[in-house]
């Protein structure tokens, strides 16, 4: 379909505080116009339905299987059934109405040739962006999908090699992580050098480097060498999640992008304090000014591909957001801090990523579960429009 028009529905632009009855024209893989009586020789009626940009996941891992096995799968897997398992994964966020994903520990190789082949038309799947294996310390965190590095050196080395290789993202972990057993959450993984050496070789590279940070000690070193994003920022201390108002402070005066992860997994959480002090930090780092945008590190244990929209409500829940400003987190706002600006607002000229929902997500999130259908690049896809 070349030239065609969603007709009857409320649309939401992805920046307004509430919806407007208009109709949305597709021309090719970008959105022709946006208003009440628009034409075009195909229509499909969306009738009684809300239209919204399609949604960005800002943290993934296509490779894992989000169950508690997803160690011993991830190992048994050969390349060319993980990457069944990758496209598969990507195809269920796609039916989620999840129309960009930023990917941010795979195998490097496999992570870009997905990438190339869903935008080659090869499968059918959200857009992506790759960082492939993460750098990590010898032993590090997620050392066994192949990034360990030491040393300034070797981090230098391994930025570049990433880069030849094709990624958009360069993911380094700063401190040790939960999925990898005799690492430390609290403890940096590397020291500040290191850091600004993969910042330094990234940014001459045109690359953008994000840091995986739980304890604090490790989101300070991160802050030190300036990266450009922070994964998880979760201040974690013994025994608690810490409010640390220096640190918040400096993040947000930095400009560092903070992608927090909050799931359904964490909405689960048992202790309910140490969610309540997530929240605390999370809601102190909005009030600073800070970038935030929305994931949820799907792919982990407890954590679906497709999750997105409930993860966006604990998010909604523990920081105090209106449901209007969280759906701005998961899509103008993680278009603009992506530097995707070909996406996330719903305008004549941008790519149409669209998706189309019964209910109104901009007064309750619910409603994003309710999928009607999804447009990804002028394509409409799932259900059928027939």
Not at 214 to 220: N, P, V, Y
Not at 280 to 286: E, F, I, S
Request: net charge negative.
């Amino acid at each position: 379909m070349s030239d065609w028009v969603l007709r009857g529905a409320r649309v939401w632009d992805g920046v307004a505080v509430s919806t407007v009855e208009a109709d949305v024209v597709v021309d090719g893989a970008v959105i022709g116009a946006v208003g009440s009586g628009a034409s075009a020789p195909q229509t499909i009626d969306v009738s009684g339905a809300t239209i919204l940009p399609g949604l960005i996941e800002a943290h993934a891992h296509l490779c894992f299987n989000a169950q508690r096995d997803w160690r011993q799968v991830y190992d048994a897997d050969t390349p060319g059934r993980m990457m069944v398992r990758m496209a598969g994964n990507a195809q269920s966020m796609l039916r989620a109405g999840i129309t960009t994903v930023r990917d941010l520990g795979a195998p490097t190789a496999l992570a870009v040739e997905l990438r190339d082949a869903l935008r080659a038309g090869l499968a059918t799947g959200p857009d992506l962006l790759v960082a492939g294996a993460p750098i990590t310390t010898t032993g590090g965190h997620c050392y066994f999908i192949g990034g360990e590095a030491d040393g300034a050196l070797e981090v230098r080395k391994r930025v570049r090699e990433f880069v030849r290789s094709g990624v958009d993202w360069i993911k380094i972990m700063a401190t040790g992580g939960n999925m990898t057993p005799g690492t430390n959450t609290l403890a940096a993984q590397f020291r500040v050098e290191e850091l600004q050496a993969a910042v330094e070789e990234a940014h001459r590279l045109g690359r953008k480097v994000t840091a995986h940070c739980h304890g604090t000690e490790g989101i300070r070193v991160a802050v030190d060498a300036r990266v450009d994003g922070i994964e998880h920022c979760s201040f974690n201390a013994p025994g608690a999640i810490e409010y640390v108002p220096d640190l918040i402070a400096a993040i947000a005066e930095a400009g560092i992008v903070v992608s927090p992860t909050v799931s359904v997994a964490s909405g689960q959480w048992a202790d309910t304090e140490r969610l309540g002090q997530r929240g605390r930090v999370l809601r102190g780092l909005l009030d600073q000014g800070a970038r935030m945008l929305m994931s949820t590190d799907c792919g982990i244990p407890g954590v679906p591909h497709d999750a997105l929209a409930g993860g966006m409500k604990v998010l909604r829940d523990i920081a105090g957001l209106s449901d209007v400003e969280t759906l701005k987190l998961a899509t103008s706002r993680s278009a603009e801090l992506l530097g995707l600006g070909d996406r996330g607002t719903i305008e004549a000229g941008k790519r149409a990523d669209l998706l189309v929902v019964d209910g109104d997500p901009t007064q309750d999130l619910t409603a994003l579960t309710h999928v009607r259908l999804v447009v990804a690049a002028g394509k409409p896809l799932w259900p059928s429009p027939v």
